[in-house]
T-cell receptor, first 110, second 112 residues
Framework: GDSVTQMEGPVTLSEEAFLTINCTYT??????LFWYVQYPGEGLQLLLK?????DKGSNKGFEATYRKETTSFHLEKGSVQVSDSAVYFC?????????FGAGTRLFVKA | SQTIHQWPATLVQPVGSPLSLECTVE??????LYWYRQAAGRGLQLLFY??????ISSEVPQNLSASRPQDRQFILSSKKLLLSDSGFYLC???????????FGPGTRLTVL
């Protein structure tokens, strides 16, 4: 069945460092791909999405490109801030269900 | 866009007591609705989903049940809570454009 694998955390970075969180997927066809973010004590919110191969989703300085040849959707940000500390979930559209990765916790130090 | 309401925000219950968590949705009609549980420091576990009034699908066997008495209302229940039911419960609905999910603020349940 469909699945999402993302790098284990936690990831600890200093402010202004470059961020990459790896995500790969297994799916039949070419589903929409998502990154969600969960700030402490809150629900998840959509960060960005890509609906077809080679699409780049972007929001708040974060980017991810839908790569069908490597079945990947890695999240990147050029310069992280303390306020980016959160848990990040990679996900794919599984039809009437969303398939989530296990989440990667990011800590950004001032 | 949609708004998901959940209550209560936090709950502390003794083992063996009943549970009722409520979720309501604004801004859409006939949504697919979902209950997830998130244990401390863990990922999301899909518990139930519903594609319409009275239609409930269970993803994992457990001590919980769900009901959908109205189009935009989704309830999570238990007759007798276990310690292992502690966690952060999230209600979600499906968006209509790209199947993104909208999440509520969550209920933190502690069973003592």
């Amino acid at each position: 069945g469909d699945s999402v694998t993302q790098m284990e955390g936690p990831v600890t970075l200093s402010e202004e460092a470059f961020l990459t969180i790896n995500c790969t997927y297994t799916a039949t066809g070419y589903p929409s791909l998502f990154w969600y973010v969960q700030y402490p004590g809150e629900g998840l919110q959509l960060l960005l999405k890509a609906t077809k191969a080679d699409d780049k989703g972007s929001n708040k300085g974060f980017e991810a490109t839908y790569r069908k040849e490597t079945t990947s959707f890695h999240l990147e940000k050029g310069s992280v801030q303390v306020s980016d500390s959160a848990v990040y979930f990679c996900a794919l559209d599984g039809g009437f269900k969303t398939i989530f990765g296990a989440g990667t916790r990011l800590f950004v130090k001032a | 866009s949609q708004t998901i309401h959940q209550w209560p925000a936090t709950l502390v219950q003794p083992v063996g007591s009943p549970l009722s968590l409520e979720c309501t949705v604004e801004g859409t009609s006939n949504p697919n609705l979902y209950w997830y549980r998130q244990a401390a420091g863990r990922g999301l576990q899909l518990l139930f989903y519903s594609v319409g009034i009275g239609q409930i699908s269970s993803e994992v066997p457990q001590n919980l049940s769900a009901s959908r008495p109205q189009d935009r209302q989704f309830i999570l229940s238990s007759k007798k809570l276990l310690l292992s039911d502690s966690g952060f419960y999230l209600c979600a609905s499906y968006g209509t454009s790209f199947n993104e999910q909208f999440f509520g603020p969550g209920t933190r349940l502690t069973v003592l």
